[in-house]
């Protein structure tokens, strides 16, 4: 019988994510259990399947493919062989810009103006000054806070960047993001809050709004939308905030959910570029590449929370976002966890 665990240990192999005594372990039952031998053929030759035929009708291999499991395996062991077929795949949001033919049904994008109308500087929650206190700044982060208190943004920026050097923190990170903002500093900004997106829970939804609006600023439209989806679909903090820009400044609607493939996918910076053992990144870390529906309908996708071991050939789930009915659009995807 398939046992959902040597599902997983599969996937795991085939990702070379396997190392060490778990790697010796798999060459072991390879060779001597005749059954894990045959579901693992059975998994290569899905995942390469998908592969060989992603730009003709990938889907329809798949649902070729599972017809067979299903005449090969009993009603419990086919639900673990289809429950394989979404390990691999993580649930992927994907958002098509498909622009109608009149341009007039079109809302004119005012990047700016969004900014503006939505932008507050965030109140520092983290070490206030009371009136009327003694001030003790004799520490760095007295000074950077202190300095953020008062709207002297570069030199809280200043003292902010060194903190971090030895306080990594998620409120260190997104107040520094919050004054490179303020100052102009746009892509250190990106990198802040991607920083809080990616290593923390804490200030996560304040990181990815406050990315979403200053990507919008510069005009880099397409790389807020994947944050501000998210805010609306799973926010609370900023979801009627990201529905409004999303649906009456943007001009985008929800549909319903689909299945695609991968078909092209780009990490950076890419793993090999990051220092050996080291988690933590503090560059900005982005997702992006193609994917095919079931029509063969081929999308782009952009992401700032990089959907981890994703790969050519996964399947996934997508919601779609449309602006109009007629033309190609562009996608992007975030991971709903």
Do not use: C
Not at 146 to 169: C, H, I, P, R
Not at 207 to 221: G, R
């Amino acid at each position: 019988m398939i046992m959902e665990k040597d599902l997983e240990l599969i996937d795991a192999y085939l990702r070379g994510e396997l190392s060490g005594a778990d790697l010796a372990r798999f060459d072991e039952k390879l060779r001597n259990d005749v059954e894990f031998q045959s579901t693992f053929q059975e998994v290569k030759l899905i995942k390469t399947a998908i592969r060989q035929n992603l730009r003709a009708n990938a889907l329809q291999v798949l649902k070729d493919r599972e017809s067979l499991i299903q005449e090969e395996y009993s009603t419990k062991n086919r639900n673990i062989m289809k429950r394989y077929l979404s390990i691999a795949a993580s649930l992927v949001l994907v958002v098509s810009l498909v622009y109608l033919s009149s341009k007039n049904d079109l809302p004119e994008i005012n990047g700016q103006a969004i900014f503006t109308e939505n932008y507050r500087a965030y109140t520092n929650l983290e070490l206030g000054t009371e009136r009327g206190a003694n001030l003790n700044l004799d520490g760095l982060k007295q000074q950077a806070y202190y300095a953020y208190d008062l709207g002297n943004f570069a030199q809280a920026a200043a003292d902010l960047t060194e903190l971090v050097k030895s306080e990594k923190t998620a409120a260190n990170y997104f107040y520094l993001g919050i004054s490179n903002v303020e100052i102009g500093n746009s892509e250190a900004a990106y990198a802040n809050f991607n920083t809080v997106i990616n290593n923390f829970s804490e200030y996560k939804e304040q990181a990815q709004w406050y990315l979403a609006l200053a990507l919008i600023k510069e005009d880099k439209t397409d790389e807020a939308i994947s944050n501000l989806v998210s805010l609306s679909i799973k926010g609370e903090s900023y979801k009627e905030q990201s529905l409004k820009i999303l649906k009456e400044k943007l001009g985008l609607a929800f549909l319903s959910t689909d299945h695609g493939v991968v078909v092209e996918v780009t990490l950076k910076p890419a793993e090999e570029d990051s220092p050996n053992g080291v988690d933590f990144e503090d560059r900005r870390q982005i997702q992006f590449g193609t994917l095919l529906d079931a029509k063969n309908n081929e999308y782009n996708f952009f992401n700032d929370l990089p959907i981890k071991g994703l790969a050519s050939g996964d399947l996934v789930d997508m919601i779609v976002v449309s602006k109009g009915k007629k033309g190609k659009g562009r996608g992007f995807a975030v991971l709903l966890d």
